[in-house]
């Protein structure tokens, strides 16, 4: 009995080495992928801290604001040991915003001890700011980078007039 001629077998070496070439290939380019993600995770979580830190300070500047427009008195500044102390007088007794550290506190006079308003502070300083003769204040704060990809320097300004100086 005669077999059949049979194939030539290079055909399925050079199947082989085209297999291990596209599985080298998906290799790089999976690997590529995976670096690109990574890199924008990266960067979307070092955005997220920023955008948290910025609504925060948003939202203490406006408390702020309303705190030095509801002045029913002078407004003072010390210097502290260990930062600055900002005394608002109101109608029931002082809100004090004080920075020590990297926080910046605030105290009501109703409610004993203080809260933490804002965090990672890195200057923050109340300065008056009379402008023909209106009682204004101005609150310079610059708060610290939490990741170095943030490249966006947080700096904030506000301005605020007594209403009755």
């Not at 030095?68 to 003072?76: C, D, L, N, W």
């Not at 939490?146 to 007594?162: G, K, N, S, V, Y």
Request: aromatic fraction near 8%; include cysteine.
């Amino acid at each position: 009995m005669k077999l059949p001629p049979t194939t030539s077998r290079r055909p399925a070496g050079v199947m082989l080495i085209q297999c291990l070439v596209y599985f080298g290939v998906f290799a790089i380019l999976t690997g590529v992928g995976l670096g690109a993600f990574y890199l924008c995770w990266e960067q979307t979580r070092a955005l997220t801290l920023a955008t948290d830190d910025i609504g925060a300070a948003l939202q203490v500047g406006e408390r702020w604001r309303a705190d030095v427009r509801g002045a029913t008195g002078k407004i003072s500044v010390a210097a502290a040991a260990a930062g600055e102390r900002m005394q608002i007088p109101v109608r029931n007794g002082t809100i004090v915003y004080r920075f020590e550290g990297n926080t910046v506190r605030r105290e009501l006079p109703a409610t004993p001890g203080s809260q933490l308003v804002l965090s990672h502070v890195k200057t923050s300083a109340m300065v008056p700011d009379v402008r023909d003769g209106v009682s204004a204040w101005r609150w310079e704060l610059d708060l610290v980078m939490q990741r170095p990809e943030t490249q966006l320097p947080l700096l904030f300004t506000f301005e605020a007039a007594q209403n009755h100086p």
